[in-house]
């Protein structure tokens, strides 16, 4: 393969990264963002995301741009001009939704943007954001012809290869993850898979189109929001049934082909996200989409769940609701990881309050300023022992949280609920 290859990777957060630094180990890279703060910190071996150790961050990054002065590293810019000299670009920015979940492409329309004021004949533009099957060659291609002047799969191609980032996962890394690969043509198609089965360990799979690979991904969320909503559905059931949910799945998953799903808040920049972008594009084409619109909001209905339970479960003990105090552990989407990005735990926050409830949020593994910013929530610096609560939701499994001894900031007819059903019975009065 061609190992001359001078790599810019835009968007430097979960996926962007751990990807740059991984390239940075074979070839010059250039990583650009449009974060000022977030590029200096990295630049001086530091990652707030915890997703790169900073060991391994520092062994790759340099004091100028390896494009221009050669060698293998990487280089952290918000300039622009730093990326002139590329020859690979690889785009993994956010691919959210609006307030109305429809697909919101602004940030790879602003990323393809900027790639094409500097693409130059002969690049090949690399897209990893989760989107719909098209939206490569039909969103971001004519926005690079239009900025560049030059013409899709004659003067510059394109690819895809889906990012499966699993935020906060030490075992499942970047080189570890299988990787879909795709070209626009067959012959670019071979370069874009030989360029990351150079550092992917656990190997490529080509897909025959960039709209397989596209589609591949899409699925991939999709697939699991479904089976989680079931699971979901189970716990709604069987939680009028006075049946533990937990017990349920235990006994099932001694079936050889049961899948081992459990019910829970589902949320996060991909599940809570991704299926959405589905659903738009088949209902663009007239097919409107039952099972996985259903999924979704069956999914986004567990916060109110989560928070009717608890309040019942107050009534039951005597414990008057209005101005009771609650604490709930955990803020971020997922368990030992920072990445507060839509949060489902919100909604349970939101919901018992609407019941003229106190809650107060702890969470080590989350950014106090960030979660002030985005969800207006001041987070306790630390869980005072002295001060008893009616109420303890353990929303998040930090391995922080299952050291705590909770019956000492409980009373004895205090609720403890488990969202993530870890604790013991014991402890918990319920689980979901």
Known sequence: MNTNHKIAIIGLGYVGLPLARLLATKYSVVGFDINNERVHELNNGKDSTLEVEEELLKKVIKEQNPLSTGGNGLFCSTNISDLKDANVYIITVPTPVDKHNRPDLTPLHKSSETVGNVLKKGDIVIYESTVY??????????????????????????????????????????EKILKVTSGSTPEIGKV????????????????PSIKVAEASKVIENSQRDVNIAFMNELAKIFSLMDIDTHD????????????????????????????????????????????????RRLNDSMGAFVASQVVKLMIKKNIPVKEAKVLNLGITFKENCPDIRNSKVIDV???????????????PWADKVEVSEEYGITLLDEIVCSKTY?????????????????QRIASDLSVIYDVKGILSKKISNARL
Not at 139 to 156: A, H, M, Q, R, T
Not at 192 to 207: E, F, M, P, R
Not at 265 to 292: N, R, T, W
Not at 349 to 363: A, F, R, S
């Open 390 to 406: 009616d109420g303890i939701i353990l929303s998040v499994s930090h391995n922080e949280f299952l050291e705590l001894d909770l």
């Open 133 to 174: 099957p098209g939206v490569t060659e039909e969103e971001c291609v004519p926005v690079l012809e239009k900025i560049s002047g030059l013409k899709f799969n004659e003067d510059f191609f394109a690819g895809y290869s889906p990012e499966r980032i699993n935020p906060g996962d030490k075992e499942r890394t970047v």
């Open 349 to 363: 926050i939101k919901q018992l309050e609407d019941y003229g409830i106190h809650v107060e949020t702890y969470d």
């Open 192 to 207: 874009v898979d030989n360029l990351y089965k150079s550092v992917i360990l656990a190997g490529t799979h080509l897909a």
């Open 248 to 295: 349920v799945l235990e006994a099932a998953g001694t079936k050889w082909n049961f899948l081992n799903f459990k019910p829970g808040l589902v949320g996060g920049h991909c599940i809570g996200v991704d299926p959405f972008y589905l659903a738009q594009k088949a209902q663009e084409i007239g097919y409107y989409s039952e099972l996985i619109l259903s999924a």
